[in-house]
């Protein structure tokens, strides 16, 4: 089934990201991942791969599980910053061989020391190339803080409008903690003249180390009562989790309320994380 058309269907909907392992040593325990999961009965799961694409074959065989054996929508990740015309082509015959119908195409975070693709620039060189080699349905990555790459918003949606052109039909934000950024961002959207379904992004933070390295990457700004939180809390394991998935519930909620229906955890493959949220959302999300 294409994502576009799950949200399209007017329901409010939850979906859920994984990463796939660095090697396959890991891949069975990535699999029970995904199996719990899906047993969560997300509106589509997404897995993730790295920038230089190195492990694309470990995201498809879990956006397999997902989507063939669990019977869930997968959505799989794809990057281009270090891939030739080749090495995408045959990233695409292999989600064909399996069905898979759903990408998102992303550039990827420039690493460091690294031959950059002599094919791709943006997001935008990948999602056009992608659309033409197949009925995709293809989102992309949308930022409510910015791309740290952007001088200003307006400037970063001047390249997403690009990714749209080139055929990207829904969109999934960057993490965000704080609504009234994603409720100004969508404005701001809806002025530039673009008006795909957008999924909210949403963090559970419930480790305080990893989530200071993934903001000063991403750019996304932490405010004031949730670095309070952090500073609290973040030294006690059990008290964060609480807190995290306290804080991500409240989002969302917040989120719904104002009219956002489209969430997507990023569950950083704790279950149990998705499974307590899910559960404080049960007479407000029906899947
Ligand atoms: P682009 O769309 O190319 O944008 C990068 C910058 O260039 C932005 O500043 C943009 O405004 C500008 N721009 C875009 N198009 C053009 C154009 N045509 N001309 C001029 N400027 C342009 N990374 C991974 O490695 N693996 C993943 O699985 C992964 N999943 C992600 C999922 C989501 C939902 C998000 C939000 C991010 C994800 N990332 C992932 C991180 C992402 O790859 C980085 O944020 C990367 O720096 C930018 O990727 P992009 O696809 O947005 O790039």
């Known amino acids: 089934m294409k994502i576009i058309d799950v949200l399209n269907s007017g329901k409010a ?7 796939p392992p660095k090697t396959g040593e890991q891949l069975e325990n990535a699999k029970e991942i995904v199996r719990q999961t899906a047993a969560l009965n997300p509106a589509f799961i997404s897995v993730t791969c ?91 990555a949308c ?14 949606i001047d390249g997403l409008k690009r990714k749209l052109e080139a055929g990207c039909q829904f969109l999934t934000t960057q993490m965000f903690f704080d609504n009234q950024v994603l409720y100004r961002y969508l404005l701001e959207l809806l002025r530039a003249g673009v008006d795909v379904p ?47 998935i306290a804080y991500a519930t409240d989002q969302i909620i917040d989120l719904i309320a104002n009219g956002v229906t489209h969430i997507h955890l990023y569950t950083m493959n704790r279950p149990e994380v998705a499974a307590a949220i899910l559960q404080n959302l049960s007479g407000i999300v029906n899947q």
């Open 50 to 140: 790295g920038a230089g694409g190195s492990n694309a074959g470990l995201t498809i065989e879990l956006a397999d599980i997902a989507q063939n054996e669990c019977g869930v929508p997968a959505l799989v990740h794809c990057t281009c910053v270090t891939a030739t015309n080749d090495q995408i082509a045959e990233r695409v015959n292999a989600m064909k061989a399996h069905g898979l119908q759903n990408v998102l195409a992303l550039r990827g975070d420039i690493p460091e020391g690294v031959t950059l693709s002599p094919d791709f620039t943006h997001a935008s060189d990948l999602t056009a190339a992608i659309a033409a080699a197949g009925d995709f349905c293809i989102g992309g």
């Open 143 to 156: 930022y409510p803080d910015k791309h740290p790459e952007s001088p200003t918003v307006a400037a970063d």
């Open 198 to 244: 957008v999924c909210a992004g949403i963090m559970p933070v419930i480790n305080s180390r990893q989530i200071a390295r993934s903001c000063a990457l991403s750019g996304t700004l932490l405010p004031p009562r949730f670095k309070a939180i952090i500073d609290r809390f973040g030294d006690d394991p059990v008290a964060m989790k609480q807190a995290g």
């Open 13 to 19: 909907t939850v979906s859920c990201e994984l990463f």
